[in-house]
């Protein structure tokens, strides 16, 4: 049984910096691969970033250059660090498996705000 629990979101200022934190309960976190999606209000939920067992990266277009996802075995924890955010990147951030068919019960997910 796997539980996902996303945290570090908030309010940060246009072109500001934030780090969200997914921490995986149960499962073999070390052969899984994990991504990060959002959903902002009015919107279909999206996928942001996906990593690899072996740490091979892939980003939507919408933050290639600026959002950085990462994963740390031991603590059986995936990041996403964002930098330069923008208002567009107002969403609840999630993370899963970046596959459809192999999606885990969604966590709560964690609010980030992009606002001056």
């Known amino acids: 049984q796997v539980q996902l629990v996303e945290s570090g979101g908030g309010l940060v200022q246009p072109g500001g910096s934030l780090r969200v934190s997914c921490a995986v309960s149960?499962?073999?976190?070390?052969?899984?691969?994990m991504a990060w999606y959002r959903q902002a209000p009015g919107k279909q939920r999206e996928l942001v970033a996906s990593?690899?067992?072996?740490?091979?990266?892939t980003y939507a277009d919408s933050v290639k250059g600026r959002f950085t996802i990462s994963r740390d075995n031991a603590k059986k924890t995936v990041y996403l660090q964002m930098n330069g955010l923008k208002p567009e990147d107002t969403a609840v951030y999630y993370c899963?498996?970046?596959?459809?068919?192999?999606?885990?019960?969604w966590g709560q997910g964690t609010q980030v705000t992009v606002s001056s």
């Open positions: 990593i690899t067992r072996d740490r091979v990266t």
């Open positions: 899963n498996r970046p596959y459809s068919d192999s999606w885990y019960p």
């Open positions: 149960g499962g073999f976190f070390s052969i899984y691969g």
